[in-house]
């Protein structure tokens, strides 16, 4: 019989301990200092996203801004369409939204929860509530060490997370481990004129992104305003691709965001200006506020130094041409991603070190890698827990000896 240890309790090591679970000859541990799927609850703000409607599994792979073609072999196993028939098979329906984000009938992440541990229970995987300090192979054996006591073991799955623990491990074990860096967060802006519009957010919205004078990326999604910057889906991936970029204060990261829809300067400038003629008579914030929620047209009109209280008929051609510029491309300077905020991490075990069709590290025989402890990491929308699963799937398949 071989022992199994799951090192982590979060989506990745749960799905990872129940497919090696199904190999009677396994016995299997999963190790947390914690609560088992404790991580799980606050996804998809307590709703639990739990995957993204793309079966297409190289097109789901572009969600990831690092791991993308690591996650060909991956996804070809456990794919959406998997994702969605083990769950079924484990009474959690589900649905998909007009967005393709996937939810469970119910939008509680507890019932996922219960459902992941329902299957932990019939399996007799063994839960130790302990903290992994050091884990060492000896004589063809992992000697893992907990906070607690000591105890040798087979194999070891490491699915502690992106936090850093998991990476400490795989270090001492010989692993390369790429950088850590926060991903998926809100920015903080260098600009604070726009503070009064907190909470007011802009579906549709294209930026076009610029580090040191050079076009990093053009990305499109909802944006929403903060005290100390900008948020919202949009940011988050505007942070994720530019994770590894070292913007500051003095070396800013220039955001240029179209707010109407990605129409350009001149298309938006003559809409405007006809709406100006229709609405000679009215206040210039009022014919702006058509196009832009109004708080937020009152802060783009302080930005282009325009009177809102003008009348449309008697704005000049620089002030609409400035508002026109605000609306079209109205520029940020972010100075830092917002600490401690972070959804998920960049960085990890370098993928160069680990096999795709088992999740098995090359250095050391018996070591597994799952989940977000990997240099793999999705856009919002599913795309992280999909990791989880289907690398968890990946692991916990061969070693139940089914690859």
């Given at each position: 019989?071989?022992?199994i240890?799951?090192?982590?309790?979060?989506?990745?090591?749960v799905?990872?301990?129940?497919?090696?679970?199904q190999?009677?000859?396994?016995?299997?541990?999963?190790?947390?200092?914690?609560?088992?799927?404790?991580?799980?609850?606050?996804?998809?703000g307590?709703?639990?996203?739990?995957?993204?409607?793309?079966?297409?599994?190289?097109?789901?792979?572009?969600?990831?801004?690092?791991g993308?073609?690591?996650?060909?072999?991956?996804?070809s196993?456990?794919?959406?369409?998997?994702?969605?028939?083990?769950?079924?098979?484990?009474?959690?329906k589900t649905?998909?939204?007009?967005d393709?984000?996937?939810?469970?009938?119910?939008?509680?992440?507890?019932?996922?929860?219960?459902?992941?541990?329902?299957?932990?229970?019939?399996?007799n995987?063994k839960?130790v509530?302990?903290?992994?300090?050091?884990?060492?192979?000896?004589?063809?054996?992992?000697?893992?060490?907990?906070?607690k006591?000591?105890r040798?073991?087979?194999?070891?799955?490491?699915?502690?997370?992106?936090?850093?623990?998991?990476?400490?491990?795989a270090?001492?074990?010989?692993?390369?481990?790429?950088?850590?860096?926060?991903?998926?967060?809100?920015?903080?802006?260098?600009?604070?004129?726009?503070?009064?519009?907190s909470?007011?957010?802009?579906?549709?919205?294209?930026?076009q992104?610029?580090?040191?004078?050079k076009?990093?990326?053009?990305?499109t999604?909802?944006?929403?305003?903060?005290?100390?910057?900008?948020s919202?889906?949009?940011?988050?991936?505007?942070s994720?691709?530019?994770?590894?970029?070292?913007?500051?204060?003095?070396?800013p990261?220039?955001i240029?965001?179209?707010?109407?829809?990605?129409?350009?300067?001149?298309?938006?400038?003559?809409?405007?200006?006809n709406?100006?003629?229709?609405?000679a008579?009215?206040?210039?914030?009022?014919?702006?506020?058509?196009?832009?929620p109004?708080?937020?047209?009152?802060?783009?009109?302080?930005?282009?130094?325009?009177?809102?209280?003008?009348?449309?008929?008697?704005?000049?051609?620089?002030?609409?041409?400035?508002?026109?510029?605000?609306?079209?491309?109205?520029?940020?300077?972010?100075?830092?991603?917002?600490?401690?905020?972070?959804?998920?991490t960049?960085?990890?075990?370098d993928?160069?070190?680990?096999?795709?069709k088992?999740?098995e590290?090359?250095l050391?025989?018996?070591?597994y890698?799952?989940?977000?402890?990997?240099?793999?990491?999705?856009?919002?929308?599913g795309?992280?827990l999909?990791?989880?699963?289907?690398?968890?799937?990946?692991a916990?398949?061969?070693?139940r000896?089914?690859?």
């Amino acid at each position: 019989m071989a022992e199994i240890c799951i090192t982590g309790g979060g989506p990745a090591g749960v799905m990872a301990a129940i497919f090696a679970a199904q190999n009677p000859e396994n016995k299997v541990y999963i190790y947390d200092k914690g609560i088992i799927l404790n991580t799980l609850l606050p996804t998809g703000g307590g709703r639990c996203n739990l995957a993204f409607g793309e079966y297409n599994f190289k097109e789901l792979a572009k969600f990831y801004p690092r791991g993308e073609k690591f996650l060909y072999s991956v996804f070809s196993r456990f794919s959406t369409a998997d994702t969605l028939e083990f769950f079924e098979k484990i009474g959690v329906k589900t649905y998909t939204q007009e967005d393709l984000r996937i939810f469970p009938v119910t939008d509680c992440a507890k019932d996922v929860k219960q459902a992941l541990l329902k299957q932990l229970d019939k399996k007799n995987i063994k839960k130790v509530f302990e903290k992994i300090v050091d884990i060492k192979k000896e004589n063809e054996k992992f000697v893992v060490k907990t906070d607690k006591n000591t105890r040798e073991f087979d194999s070891v799955v490491v699915a502690t997370g992106g936090r850093g623990t998991g990476q400490r491990l795989a270090k001492g074990l010989g692993h390369n481990i790429v950088e850590l860096r926060p991903a998926l967060s809100s920015l903080i802006t260098r600009e604070k004129d726009f503070a009064q519009v907190s909470g007011i957010s802009v579906k549709n919205v294209t930026a076009q992104v610029f580090f040191e004078n050079k076009k990093v990326k053009t990305l499109t999604g909802d944006l929403l305003f903060t005290h100390t910057g900008i948020s919202g889906p949009l940011v988050y991936k505007i942070s994720s691709y530019c994770a590894y970029l070292d913007f500051c204060k003095d070396n800013p990261l220039k955001i240029e965001l179209n707010l109407v829809g990605g129409r350009d300067f001149a298309e938006f400038d003559a809409v405007f200006l006809n709406a100006l003629k229709n609405n000679a008579q009215k206040e210039t914030l009022n014919v702006l506020a058509d196009f832009v929620p109004k708080n937020l047209a009152l802060a783009i009109l302080c930005r282009a130094c325009t009177d809102p209280k003008t009348r449309a008929g008697q704005l000049s051609g620089v002030s609409r041409k400035a508002v026109s510029k605000c609306v079209s491309a109205l520029t940020f300077n972010a100075v830092s991603l917002t600490r401690g905020e972070e959804i998920v991490t960049a960085g990890g075990v370098d993928l160069k070190e680990i096999e795709s069709k088992t999740m098995e590290s090359k250095l050391v025989k018996g070591l597994y890698f799952c989940g977000e402890v990997i240099d793999v990491d999705g856009l919002t929308g599913g795309f992280n827990l999909q990791n989880c699963w289907s690398t968890g799937f990946v692991a916990g398949c061969a070693l139940r000896g089914v690859v």
